[in-house]
Nanobody, 117 residues
């Protein structure tokens, strides 16, 4: 089993920054993709950013140039640095870990980010 715990959410003014963290514990294989998703009540969960085993990253168009995903393998932690935040970034942010070899997804419980105008 894998457990994911997010932290770092909170209330910030537009233009501000936050850094989210996601610590993974349990049986974590090196072949994995980690990602951040976000969800607004009443809307579908959307992909924000991914980081692959190779370290390659991808971002939603809406956050390109503002958000950065990174990973510290020694700490089993993935980060999402969010800069120039906008009110439309307000959502619950979820950490995701996909184990490639067994084709299984794990999710954290989410952390709320609120951006005030």
């Amino acid at each position: 089993q894998v457990q994911l715990v997010e932290s770092g959410g909170g209330l910030v003014q537009a233009g501000g920054s936050l850094r989210l963290s996601c610590v993974a514990s349990g049986s974590i294989d090196s072949m994995r993709t980690q990602a951040w998703y976000r969800q607004v009540p009443g809307k579908q969960r959307e992909l924000v950013a991914t980081i692959a085993t190779t370290g390659s990253t991808n971002y939603a168009d809406s956050v390109k140039g503002r958000f950065t995903i990174s990973r510290d393998n020694a700490k089993n932690t993935v980060y999402l640095q969010m800069n120039s935040l906008k009110p439309e970034d307000t959502a619950v942010y979820y950490c995701n870990l996909y184990l490639v070899l067994i084709n299984v997804n794990y999710w954290g419980k989410g952390t709320l980010v609120t951006v005030s105008s």
